[in-house]
């Protein structure tokens, strides 16, 4: 959906001039903080520089999963349960009742065993399954033979931007106003912020900004470098129709060293940048709903040229889903993911400036976390409670090692 803005039609009476809490950035991220913030009864403006779900809450693979990481987990459990909530409210959203599950594909019948093992031990309540290759071929005839797995009773579904435009609509019928198509940077007055100015001069007065700019977060919140925890990771997907029925569950072809480990990921593929290999590293994924399914994906330090790496992309799909060959490709994106130090996100009061809170650094997790990062986020701004310190923007940022 297109959400009007307040400034489309150039009518600048129409802008609002105060609020009291001003979000910047239109993910999923930033509308589910609006709308939440506005349900408690805050006057909120939201700004956005491009489009609702421009980045990657709107270019995701397309599924709401569990992040396999124990800090995390309670977040996604959280945003399962609003996203239900959403259902409930929006017509247009849906969420599976069961998860359909996540497929981690592997050649090696004896490493998906072993992945199944350390699972077991890591995350019981995901119900880990060994899957022979027998029996996957029962379980997804459409994979080529001899393929081995784990699944996961995990995975839910839904086209990659369904989620950000639910929480959009949900903040504007909650009164949230949109000012779409200019950037907006803090102002910030003695150490204190005094609202928005966006990129053609125009100031909103506010005494409480939330930013929410995904990978580009730092620089709005210290342009001076000093506080730089989130760096922009860039993946490619395609989105496709297959000749014949899709997988029902999500797959993901399984390494153990990288799988949902987006900053391994990001030095593998840096390196193999600077060893000047003619094809960076990917990993086959694919999820479907609605009738399309989303290829991926890439995890890059760079921006990538997708009429590059999509070919790499369809070609290795392949050989894991033959019927990828004959596939309808309906368009490619690229997107820049907020990939922090740790792999888990800031959120709260950026560090040495009142008023000015942060929501940011989800990494591949924005979707399956995201609802319930802006709870916790608008409880920091509402009420002054302290985010866990594990997801705190404050923590510090030395010897910071990824889960």
């Known amino acids: 959906m297109e959400h009007a803005t307040a ?15 001003v979000v910047i950035g239109g993910g999923i991220i930033g509308c589910a903080a609006a709308a939440i913030l506005a349900d408690r009864g805050a006057l909120v403006v939201l700004v956005e520089a491009t489009a609702v779900g421009a980045g990657a809450s709107g270019r995701n693979l397309g599924a709401i999963q569990h992040p396999f990481d124990p800090v995390l987990a309670p977040l996604y459990r959280e945003s399962v349960t609003r996203y239900r909530a959403l259902a409930a409210e929006h017509g247009g959203f849906r969420i599976g009742g069961e998860p359909a599950g996540l497929l981690l594909l592997n050649r090696d019948h004896a490493a998906a065993a072993a992945q199944a093992g ?3 031990r890591a995350v019981p309540e995901l119900r880990p399954e060994l899957v022979d290759p027998d029996a996957m071929i029962e379980l997804e005839p459409s994979l080529v033979p001899g393929l081995a797995g784990v699944l996961l009773q995990t995975g839910y579904p839904i086209p990659p931007a369904a989620a950000t435009s639910a929480w959009a609509d949900l903040a504007g019928r909650r009164g949230v106003r949109f000012l779409v198509g200019s950037p907006a940077n803090p102002v910030i007055e003695r150490d204190r912020v005094a609202g928005v100015q966006l990129a053609d001069g125009y100031s909103i007065a506010a005494d409480t900004v939330l930013v929410a700019a995904g990978p580009w977060t730092p620089t709005l919140v210290d342009r001076d470098g000093g506080w730089q925890p989130i760096t922009p990771t860039w993946g490619v997907t395609i989105q496709l129709r297959l000749p014949e029925d899709a997988p029902r569950r999500i797959l993901e072809e399984d390494e153990v060293d990288t799988v949902n480990r987006a900053a391994v990921a ?22 479907s709903a609605a009738g399309i399914s989303t290829l991926g994906s890439t ?4 921006e990538p040229d997708p009429s590059f790496l999509e070919p790499l992309l369809l070609h290795r799909a392949a050989e894991f889903l033959p019927a990828m060959a004959e596939a309808e490709i309906i368009g490619g994106r690229v997107c820049a993911r907020p990939q922090s130090v740790d792999g888990r996100p800031f959120i709260g009061q950026a560090p040495g400036i009142d008023g000015l809170f942060v929501c940011a650094g989800h990494g591949p997790w924005g979707i399956s976390t995201g609802p319930a990062s802006a709870a916790i986020a608008a409880r920091a701004i509402l009420d002054g409670t302290a985010p866990p310190p594990e997801l705190d923007a404050r923590r510090p940022l030395t010897n910071l090692v990824a889960p």
């Open 118 to 120: 350390r699972l077991a």
């Open 7 to 21: 400034d489309s039609d150039g009518d600048l009476a129409r802008r609002p001039r105060v609020a009291d809490i």
């Open 266 to 287: 990001t030095a593998r593929a840096a390196q193999a940048i600077d060893y000047g290999e003619p094809e960076p590293p990917s990993l086959f994924s694919l999820a």
């Open 299 to 302: 995890f890059l330090p760079i």
